[in-house]
Structure formats: structure tokens, C-alpha cells
């Protein structure tokens, strides 16, 4: 049995006459005829009762043609969902997330692609965001939030928006005596707690740069591997940090944030710059179709 002959039951069925069915199938009608009459052979049983005047089912050809509606229509959604996936539409997308992103950018990400292709399933892998790079590499996850630059070959990336950064003070410390910006050179004599090193990030790097602007090295004192755990740390009155600006949304007790002043700092280092990150290769039609939607959404955070 195959998919012709199920159309040609279903037809034959609502047309009780030959010639109108083959006519409906665009076939002509001694082709329809030995199709069905194949189709019964096949089977083992009369599926229609037919002389020169008339066409009826058999219980039967009624039960047959109740199965083969049945299995067209499992076969078009099917058909449906196999296209919708080719073009993004559907399948799965998982996100790792972590740090600050949590709470600028991956919310207007979700929502966002939720609204062109609810039949997503999307799934979410909570990791620091130093951890991404790895799990993007092993396939754990499709889609990393990540601070650029990412300096790994297999990594593909895709700039989304820059944050300015900001000061993480602990309760009491002197720089708190006003409200106003603060340079990097103010900063020189207090502990920092930074993130942790990881290969592809340049945390470190950008650190020590501001630090050799201002002529001193910063004592890094504490290292964390997430903006939580960088700015509790903080509040235990251990350090300073310099954090993307989306951190003071944490808004932790025994901490308060201020803005940096860069002075003469290059304008690249008093920003963090966040992108999206997959697997090079590996783009998948749902990943296209996810990074289509973050280029093309005017409602979402991208600049530059």
C-alpha cells in the first residue's frame, strides 16, 4: 500500500463514483480503477461494492478509509513539522547563561524568538559564563552569551551590545565619600577580585592594562568564576571589582557601585563588549534562524 493508493481511497470513498475520483486525482480513470483494485487485493477484502450504476463502501472499505485519513494526516504533520524544523521553526535550542547577562540581555533574547517560532523547544544550562566555551565545544549547549573577544578557533561569535563598566566598592570603603566616578588610578592601593582565568577571555589582560595606565599593578587578591561570586566577595569587604554594568542589578548588601571614570584609557577598555557564541560548523537551521532574528529585532539591545 502507498501513499497513491491511500488518495485514491479517500477519494473514491467521497466521490462514490470512478470517474469524478480519477478525475480528482488527476489520473485517468482505467489506472484509478487497477489502484484500487490493487489496493483490495492487497488487503484481502472488498473495500467497495460497484456495478454499472452505482459505488457504495463496504464496512470494510469504511474502516480502511477511516485509517487512511488517519495516516495522511499523521503523514502531512509530518511533513509539516520536518519543514518547519529545515527552516528553524522548530526542533530545540539550548542556552547556557550566566553572570550579567541573566538579567540585560537573555530575557529580550527569549522573548523575542518565542514570539517567531513558539514551537521551539528551548532549553536552559545555567554555568558560569567561563564555562561556556567548553560547553559550546562538547555540544552541551547551542548558543553561548559570552563576553568578546573569544579567542578559540572553534568558536564562532556574533557582536550583540556593549555595557559600560563600573566600580564594586564594599561598605566603608573610602571612595564611598562621594558619589561621583572614579578612576582607576583612585583604586591603586585596594585588593581586587576578579573573575577567574580561562582560556578564550581576556579578563585579566584588560585588568592589568587599566592598572599599567595608571601606573601600578593590581593586587588581585580573590578570583571568582561568576559576577555573583565576584561581587559577593566584594561585599565580605575583601576587594574592589571592576564589573560589566548590568552587576549592580544584583544589588547585594554590603556593596555599592560606581561609575569608572577612564580618563585617557582607550575607550575600548571601560567597556565590556557580549556576543553570541556556537559552535563553528555547526549551524544548525534553528541557530541560523535564531541569529537572523537577533540581527533583524529592532527590540533588541544591539549597538555598533
Known amino acids: 500500500m502507498d501513499l ?25 480513470q482505467p489506472p484509478f480503477s487497477r489502484a484500487i483494485r490493487d489496493l483490495e487485493t492487497d488487503i484481502g477484502a472488498r473495500l467497495f461494492d460497484r456495478d454499472k450504476h452505482r459505488v457504495a463502501l463496504t464496512p470494510a472499505g469504511a474502516s480502511m478509509v477511516e485509517d487512511a485519513r488517519r495516516s495522511l494526516a499523521m503523514i502531512e504533520e509530518g511533513r509539516h513539522r520536518a519543514q518547519r524544523t529545515a527552516a528553524g521553526y522548530s526542533g530545540t535550542l539550548t542556552f547556557g547563561f550566566g553572570g550579567s547577562t541573566v538579567y540585560s540581555l537573555l530575557p529580550s533574547l527569549v522573548a523575542g524568538f518565542r514570539k517567531i517560532a513558539p514551537d521551539v523547544l528551548i532549553g536552559f544550562r545555567a554555568m558560569p559564563v567561563l564555562n561556556q566555551i567548553e560547553a559550546l565545544r562538547e555540544g552541551v549547549i547551542d548558543i553561548g ?15 550583540v551590545y556593549a555595557e ?12 564611598l565619600a562621594d558619589s561621583s566616578a572614579i578612576t582607576i588610578g583612585q583604586l591603586a592601593s585596594s585588593p581586587f577580585v576578579t573573575y577567574e582565568p580561562t582560556r578564550g577571555f581576556n579578563f585579566h589582560a584588560d585588568l592589568l592594562a587599566l592598572g599599567s595606565l595608571a601606573s601600578f599593578a593590581p593586587d588581585i587578591v580573590h578570583q571568582a568564576p561568576t559576577t555573583e561570586a565576584v561581587v559577593g566577595i566584594v561585599a565580605c569587604g575583601e576587594g574592589v571589582a571592576i564589573l560589566p554594568a548590568s552587576a549592580e542589578r544584583l544589588r547585594m548588601r554590603g556593596v555599592s557601585f560606581r561609575p569608572l ?27 541560523r534562524r535564531f541569529l537572523e532574528h537577533v540581527e533583524s529585532d529592532p527590540a533588541l539591545p544591539l549597538a555598533g
Open 145 to 159: 552569551i559570552l563576553r568578546l573577544p573569544v579567542f578559540d578557533e572553534m568558536i564562532a561569535t556574533r557582536f
Open 164 to 175: 559600560p563598566l563600573i566600580v564594586a566598592l564594599p561598605a566603608g570603603h573610602p571612595l
Open 261 to 287: 571614570n577612564l580618563g585617557s584609557a582607550p575607550e575600548a577598555l571601560g567597556s565590556v563588549r557580549f556576543g553570541l557564541a556556537w559552535r563553528r560548523g555547526m549551524e544548525t537551521p534553528i541557530i
Open 4 to 28: 497513491r493508493q491511500l488518495r485514491y481511497l479517500i477519494a473514491l470513498a467521497e466521490e462514490l463514483n470512478f470517474t469524478r475520483a480519477a478525475a480528482r486525482c488527476n489520473v485517468s
